[in-house]
């Protein structure tokens, strides 16, 4: 059974500073997605990692893949206040049937 | 195009009724899912559609039903309600084609109490 875990689950950080998220599962897939999602809102597709390798980045955001780690991190740059959300990730367990990490609430603070 | 679609937005139940969440998407995606969402958490997948007339169960199916007459619409029903189905519902789709990204992409979401 394929498990997602994030980690940390909470983050609290200041404008301006570096950060990682982690995603990691536990059986073998080569298609991992990022999500955001504000509150009480719907879920926006961020990234799209297809492969081992793979890396995307979008404004202050970059998101990798290591397949054979089993592992995708999301990386925030310089965070702002904009950027506060909870972000998700999600494996492809086969058959494009997602199976969601816990997601990461993050908090940026002025 | 107005993507994926859901009604309602909200809705309250009463222990043992039964309702119908509807979902509808306009981007011809052939691939169509039912999610739930508790607090604090990440989704499950309660139901997911390859094509009209093909339905499967996911992660959680256990009180829910399906039906996909058509390509655009993927209704998911709720017979006898209990608390434990008190969460918010998302429809999702995306295409399936070769190793394109077949993303999905959510609805608005339904925010269901079953008190």
């Known amino acids: 059974e394929l498990k997602v875990e994030q980690n940390p689950l909470f983050l609290s950080m200041q404008e301006g500073k570096n950060y990682t998220i982690y995603c990691n599962y536990s059986?073998?897939?080569?298609?991992l997605y990022w999500y955001r999602q504000d509150p009480g809102k719907s879920l926006e597709s961020l990234f799209v990692l297809l492969s081992n390798g793979a890396v995307k980045q979008e404004g202050r955001l970059m998101a990798s893949l290591d397949t054979k780690a089993r592992l995708s991190t999301l990386h925030i740059t310089a965070a702002v206040h904009d950027l506060s959300a909870t972000y998700f990730c999600?494996?492809?367990?086969?058959?494009?049937?997602?199976?969601f990490g816990q997601g990461t609430r993050l908090t940026i603070n002025p | 195009n107005a993507g994926v679609t859901q009604t309602p937005k909200f809705r309250i139940l009463k222990i043992g009724q039964s309702m119908t969440l509807q979902c509808t998407q306009d981007?011809?995606?052939?691939?169509m899912y039912w999610y739930r969402q508790d607090p604090g958490m990440g989704l499950k997948l309660i139901y997911y559609s390859v094509g009209a007339g093909i339905t499967d169960k996911g992660e959680v199916p256990n009180g829910y039903n399906v039906s996909r007459s058509t390509t655009e619409d993927f209704p998911l029903r709720l017979e006898l309600a209990a608390p434990s189905q008190t969460s918010v519902y998302f429809c999702?789709?995306?295409?399936?084609?070769?190793?394109?990204?077949?993303?999905?992409?959510f609805g608005p979401g339904t925010r269901l109490t079953v008190l």
């Open positions: 999600a494996v492809d367990g086969g058959a494009q049937k997602l199976v």
């Open positions: 981007m011809n995606h052939n691939y």
């Open positions: 059986t073998t897939s080569d298609r």
């Open positions: 999702a789709s995306s295409y399936s084609y070769g190793r394109a990204a077949n993303e999905q992409f």
